[in-house]
């Protein structure tokens, strides 16, 4: 999860909900990491962040902030992704005052309750575990292959999966009631789908124009086999 930001018209300082749930490591980045966890070890064991922050923290943090957008300038880590998209859902609603969530069908968003209540991409996380909390609605990803309607010359988006945002914010969640959408900029779990071009930024402006957030779950696409630095589409299409 990398950040949620305002509507242009409200821009506030951006917030970074967490970190990077990481890709499995392979030798020699793994050796590194258990180096790395081997020395710090010795030196003293993480506190809790709002008690002290230790040097590496800060370091990790001066890395990070060196390699992200000069607006995003407040970082959260979470120890797992779904603690990272509880809290982009909790920074959501306290942030706009409103309730509700829009997410895409297909997505994994992970395992608690409110992550849970996300996660469509098949009924084995939720069977057996309802009720799930309210708040949450179902809209469609942009997943060409699945789409019935005649794809557009030249490529893009035909419209489909965006006119039903519009459809649900008429019909079930009013703008005024959606504080957030959220999307895997690459669906994972549900299907590894990239979104077609065009379509990112389309979305962005649909909250923009509605003040809603726009969260992107980069837990499993911020990884460099899709694109490096994530930023809800990666190099090919920023959105945030
Ligand atoms: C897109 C996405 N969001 C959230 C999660 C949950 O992360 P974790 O298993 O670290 O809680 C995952 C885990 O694979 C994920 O792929």
Known sequence: MRRISTA???RRPPVTAAAL?????RPPALCSVVEAVREQVGKGIHLQ?????????VA???????NTPAELTKFFFNCTGTEAVESAIKLARHETGRQNVLHMKGSFHGRSLGAMAMTTSKYAYRVGYGPLPAGFHQVPFPYCAQCTCAKPAGGGCCGYPLQQIHETLKET?????????IIEPILGEGGYVVPPPGYMRQLRALCDAHGILLIAD????VSRAAGGRGCAGGARERAL
């Open 8 to 10: 242009a018209r409200h």
């Open 173 to 181: 969640s009013a703008p005024s009631d959606t504080a957030a959408i």
């Open 60 to 66: 990790l943090i001066e890395k990070l902030n060196a």
């Open 49 to 57: 962040q709002n008690c002290g922050i230790s040097r590496p923290l």
């Open 21 to 25: 749930a990481a890709p499995p490591l």
């Open 218 to 221: 980069e837990v499993q696409s």
